[in-house]
């Protein structure tokens, strides 16, 4: 496969959305045609040949990609939604945020016992919405095979909170 500049599409958003944050906007890479192409298939190519049953993606920016890959992958997609979103009965997890807590749901029958899921999210930071995800999933009987990002801020060392897991990133920053 040949390589794109996708770290050039990534447009830079100071002090957003707080003052000394370098918010990483990845829309103008979305709307490049070429681009899109070029990071749907990066990310199939990785996980290709490996057996996924599901891509579980959570909002909103995961669901761009994750419905795509899953659809190459030949994989089911499921989303996983802050609380009150899901309309059926639903598992849930708290975790702690650099600023506060979170609250992420899935519905309880979107994972069964031995699905083999694949994460996949835009951004990998501190690790904490996908280490989330990972818990919903395995408290469900699923077996998470890997987690994939657009971009992965290595400084922040979110990789870590996913060790056990294949880990795959397309773009990484190192400051």
């Given amino acids: 496969m040949p390589s794109f500049d996708l770290k050039s599409l990534v447009r830079d958003i100071p ?10 906007d990845i829309m103008p890479l979305l709307s490049d045609p070429a681009a899109l192409r070029y990071l749907v298939d990066a990310m199939f190519v990785h996980y ?10 959570a909002e ?3 669901f761009i990609l994750g419905p795509a890959v899953a659809y190459h992958l030949g994989a089911g997609f499921v989303p996983v939604r802050k609380p009150g979103k899901l309309p059926f009965k639903t598992k849930e997890v708290s975790y702690d945020l650099e600023y506060g807590k979170d609250t992420l749901t899935i519905h309880e029958d979107a994972i069964k016992p031995g699905d083999q899921v694949l994460l ?6 501190t690790g904490g919405t996908m ?5 919903l999933v395995e408290e469900l009987g ?8 657009i971009i992965e801020l290595t400084f922040l060392k979110g990789r870590d909170k996913l060790a056990p897991y294949n880990v795959h990133s397309l773009i990484t920053y190192d400051d």
Avoid at 120 to 125: F, G, K, R, T, Y
Avoid at 142 to 149: N, Q, T
Wanted: proline share 5%; hydrophobic share 50%; net charge positive.
């Fill in 15 to 24: 002090d957003f959305p707080k003052p000394g944050i370098v918010f990483k």
């Fill in 48 to 57: 290709f040949g490996t057996r996924v049953d599901l891509v579980v993606s």
């Fill in 142 to 149: 699923g077996k998470v095979i890997g987690a994939g990002f």
């Fill in 131 to 135: 280490a989330a995800t990972a818990k």
């Fill in 60 to 62: 909103a920016r995961g």
């Fill in 120 to 125: 996949i999210d835009d951004l990998l930071a």
